[in-house]
DNA sequence: TCTGGGGTCCTAGGACCC
DNA sequence: TCTGGGGTCCTAGGACCC
């Protein structure tokens, strides 16, 4: 989908078509910061570099998804907003509405599997589709298809999208990225050469930040220069499957298929704070998001119908470096108390004496809710039995040092 | 002006078992 | 007294993606 977030903002506020807009998370909707700054409604759309107290309202947060017109003031995706509103100080800033982003979200992948049901979920606003034995599907090498279901789309939620159309997903997922916004783009395996080759290799997906960095310190700088390279060497560079994997994507070469349904592996909640957080000096605080995380993950599980056996946490220091720590139930829980009482041993093996800018608690080994073996308490792991033997009641549990 | 939240997958070492 | 492999599970960190 082009520019989802924003886009789904300008279909309830077309006033705002051509104008820079970014969605990001801020601590407080634009509703509550002018309501409480100009007290009515109708100053929604100030700038803002207008805003009064401008790091209370956009936070810490960052960019979700930037207009195009946002886009010409080199503002993107993951940038800072406060970073964002010095760049663009005429900006207009939106919060996330996540259930109107899920609704339309929905309504996209229903329109798409309704014409073509062979269909796998990449995220919120992304997927993969199998054309190959859709009725008209090798019309034209796909473009009739794909016009289609940018038509259906379209009606339906008055949204645009770009699609690619390729041999495998990976050429697909380039192509998708050759003509945005609204674009229909046909990569054949003939084009690899003449439309591939000449990229970056970080339009790879799977090659990263880091990835991109070693390859371009190794003068690899093209996906044509990643695909002239020797096999073994890029093997005893990034390791046996990283570097076989690097050399098959160089020459186009793909063949994971379309998954149309999985289950999920973990589920998790965090929250980055207004201000860092010590583990002594804001105890109170620190106890109270901690036990919200985890009433909040066992409550997703409870909805979702999940169990999980391994219970963890993550901790993100003022220096940005991320700790974590998980343990290994042993029995399957969604029980918020028992996720708490877990988490809260994980939380008395990570040092706490530096200060803390994000807390999560993460649920991993998930199960279907009917599914968990019964009487499996009485099988526990070693590891398990001897966590549990430390257990001490919740009430007299102190979660941070005092 | 510091840098969100929710995920997946991989690696590597150690414990433990056969 | 010295010394095998193979396999699974658990844990911590990290790369990457939307």
């Known amino acids: 989908m082009d520019a989802f977030f924003a886009s789904v903002e300008l279909l309830r506020y077309p006033q705002l078509k051509g104008l820079p807009v970014v969605i990001g998370g801020g601590r407080r909707t634009v509703d509550e910061a002018l309501m409480a700054s100009h007290g009515e409604r109708a100053l929604r759309f100030i700038p803002v570099a207008e805003f009064p107290l401008l790091k ?3 936070g810490r947060g960052v960019i979700t998804t930037a207009t195009y017109a946002a886009r010409q003031f080199d503002i993107g995706s993951a940038m800072g907003l406060m970073k964002a509103a010095k760049l663009c100080p005429q900006a207009i800033v939106l919060p996330v509405d996540f259930d ?47 016009r289609l279901i940018q038509r259906a ?11 690619g159309v390729a041999p495998n997903k990976l050429l697909a997922k380039m ?9 229909i783009s046909i990569v054949h395996e003939a084009d690899l050469q003449g439309r591939i080759w000449p990229l970056n290799v970080r339009k ?8 991109g960095e070693k390859l371009a310190a190794l003068g690899i700088q093209t996906i044509g220069e990643l695909a002239a390279q020797d096999r ?20 186009g070469r793909d063949d994971s298929p379309v998954v149309l349904q999985s289950e999920p592996v973990s589920m998790s909640r965090e929250t980055t704070f207004e201000r860092d957080l010590h583990a002594v000096r804001d105890k109170a605080e620190l106890g109270a998001i901690f036990t919200r995380l985890c009433e909040q993950v066992a409550s997703d599980l409870q909805r979702k119908g999940y169990v999980a056996r391994t219970i ?6 003022d220096d940005f470096r991320i700790a974590t720590r998980d343990q290994t139930a042993p ?66 549990y102190p979660l941070f040092p005092s």
Request: proline fraction near 4%.
């Open 56 to 58: 209370d309202y956009v």
């Open 175 to 183: 192509a998708s990225e050759f003509d945005k916004p609204n674009g």
């Open 204 to 211: 790879i997906n799977g090659i990263g930040p880091k990835a």
């Open 153 to 163: 789309i379209f009606e339906k939620t008055g949204l645009t999208c770009s699609i």
């Open 100 to 146: 109107e982003i899920r609704r339309f979200s929905r309504l996209f992948k229903s329109t798409i599997a309704e014409v073509a049901p062979l269909m796998q979920d990449r995220g919120i606003d992304e997927v993969y589709i199998d054309f190959t034995d859709v009725p008209g599907g090798q019309r034209e090498g796909g473009r009739a298809l794909a």
């Open 312 to 317: 963890g946490i993550k901790l993100r220091y």
């Open 331 to 396: 029995a399957h829980t969604d029980d918020a108390r028992t996720i708490r009482q877990i988490a809260g041993q994980c939380l008395k093996r990570v040092p706490l004496e530096q200060r803390l800018r994000l807390l999560g608690v993460r649920a991993g080994a998930l199960v279907k809710s009917g599914e968990a073996p019964v009487h499996e308490q009485n099988r526990p792991s070693a590891q398990a039995g001897r966590a549990q033997a430390a257990t001490e009641t919740l009430a007299s």
């Open 232 to 251: 073994q060497l890029l093997v005893k560079q990034f390791g046996k499957a990283s570097g076989a994997w690097m050399h098959e994507v160089a020459w």
